[in-house]
């Protein structure tokens, strides 16, 4: 098993909120990127935000996102 771009794109999305701050979410414009808005997209359809544009964390979301964020620390600090 391996990361796909699919993924790597999810993983973007999820990188971007800010833990310290449940009340923040994030807005997908409809002019970004047709990955970014497909992965948000996909990100919504699995129930890891609330909304199909951004919104906020579900708790599974919040979750997904601890763990990505983790993992991209630990990539940055190799």
Do not use: P, W
């Amino acid at each position: 098993m391996k990361f796909d771009q699919d993924h790597i794109d999810e993983l973007n999305i999820l990188a971007q909120f800010d833990l310290s701050n449940s009340e923040q979410g994030i807005k997908i414009h409809h002019d970004a990127n047709a990955n970014v808005i497909a992965a948000a997209a996909r990100l919504f359809n699995k129930k890891l935000i609330d909304q199909a544009d951004g919104g906020y964390l579900t708790f599974r979301g919040r979750t997904a996102a601890e763990h990505a964020q983790a993992l991209l620390t630990l990539f940055k600090d190799c």
